[in-house]
């Protein structure tokens, strides 16, 4: 059985940082783009940012570029969100994701792309 467990969300002040992480089990990742979305109360869910398989490419939502970072640890089967300069707009419940498909050097863009979902994890920021 295949599962997503994010960890690492919090209640943090503006301007401060957090790591979230994503342990995958019940299958390799390792060909699998991986992503980190977010969804806020009464909006939709929305990408933040995502990874190849291979961890070589990279992409992220406007609103986080210079403040977040992607990476990948194929090894251990995890991917990880590095948020800095929080701001309370960060505020959500992120969700890790996977494909099923390979995408090697490749990023889906679209949360329908993904086909692994984790359960969320809470990211409140306060001003």
């Known amino acids: 059985q295949v599962q997503l467990v994010e960890s690492g969300g919090g209640l943090v002040q503006a301007g401060d940082s957090l790591r979230l992480s994503c342990a995958a089990s019940?299958?390799?990742?390792?060909?699998?783009?991986m992503g980190w979305f977010r969804q806020a109360p009464g909006k939709e869910r929305v990408v933040v940012a995502i990874?190849?398989?291979?961890?070589?490419?990279?992409s992220y939502a406007d609103s986080v570029k210079g403040r977040f970072t992607i990476s990948k640890d194929n090894p251990k089967n995890t991917v990880y969100l590095q948020m800095n300069s929080l701001k309370p707009e960060d505020t959500a419940a992120y969700y890790c994701?996977?494909?099923?498909?390979?995408?090697?050097?490749?990023?889906?863009?679209?949360?329908?792309?993904?086909?692994?979902w984790g359960q969320g994890t809470q990211v409140t920021v306060s001003s």
């Open positions: 994701a996977a494909t099923e498909g390979y995408y090697r050097t490749s990023v889906p863009p679209e949360g329908y792309q993904y086909d692994y």
């Open positions: 019940g299958r390799t990742f390792r060909s699998s783009a």
């Open positions: 990874i190849s398989g291979s961890g070589g490419t990279t």
